[in-house]
Structure formats: C-alpha cells, structure tokens
C-alpha cells in the first residue's frame, strides 16, 4: 500500500511539473507575442498599439541614456518615424509572474527633429502579470551595438 501511495505521489508531481512548463511556454509565446505588437506599433508609425502594453510607471532607458516615463515614451513614438524595424534573437525567459524579453533591433527612420537614424540594438524587456491577469512592459532597456 505505501508503494501504490508513493508512485501516486510521483505520478501526481510529475504532472505539476510538465503543467508549470507548459504555463511557462505559453506566457513565453504570449510575451513574445506582446514583443512583436510593440515592433508593429513601430513599423506602422501607431503609438496607439504600444501605450495599452506599457505599464503606468514604466521606466525606459533610452539607447541615448535618456529616461523616459509612459508618457514621454508615447511621445516619442508618436514624433519618430519609421521606415523600417525589424527584431531578432527575441528569447523570453519566465519567473513566476515577471517575464525577461531580449532581442535584437534594427529600425530605420527619421526623429522628431526630422534627423535621419540608423539603430541597431540589443533590448531588454521587463514584463509583470498584473493583478487584472494582463501583461505589461514595467521596464526597458536599449544599448546601441557599435559596428
């Protein structure tokens, strides 16, 4: 009896591991997901597919060290224009309720000045599940690659 009890036991843990894993790659492809929505606000110029992925106290760290909040982020999409922006090497890794997104960026256009730019970057993401079940940007960060 104590040995049908244990091999239940296991039989049960082992379902709550390949349960948690799988939880754990779907919020992976679903943060990779978010990713790619936030690279089409850009590629069509529409800050309005970006602002509901942003938390209210994001904090972004501009490739130029700028800090930017919500607000001057948004802002900053809304006046830069793009030819072109493509991500790769885009690899989400999960801790409970925080994901961690990294990934290449290549974008091309012009700033609010009207300043040509040619970015090429590596990116982190921050992304916390928050209490309402939605997954949001908390913080961001880009490092130019010099060439």
Not at 19 to 42: D, N, P
Not at 133 to 144: D, E, H, N, R, Y
Request: with cysteine; hydrophobic share 40%; glycine share 8%.
């Amino acid at each position: 009896m104590k040995k049908a009890s244990i091999w239940c036991l296991l039989a049960l843990l082992s379902l709550v591991s390949v349960a948690g894993s799988q939880t754990g790659a779907g919020t992976e492809k679903a943060v990779a997901a978010l990713e790619q929505r936030w690279l089409e606000g850009q590629k069509t110029n529409n800050p309005n597919l970006l602002a509901p992925l942003l938390a209210d106290k994001i904090v972004v760290t501009e490739a130029d060290g700028k800090v930017n909040d919500k607000a001057g982020t948004l802002a900053f999409y809304k006046n830069t224009k793009w030819d072109s922006a493509a991500y790769d090497d885009v690899k989400v890794t999960v801790f409970g309720d925080t994901a961690i997104a990294t990934g290449g960026f290549k974008g091309k256009g012009t700033d609010a000045m009207g300043k040509p730019f040619d970015n090429n970057e590596r990116w982190t993401d921050t992304w916390m599940k928050m209490p309402t079940g939605k997954w949001q940007c908390v913080a961001s960060q880009a490092t130019p690659i010099k060439m």
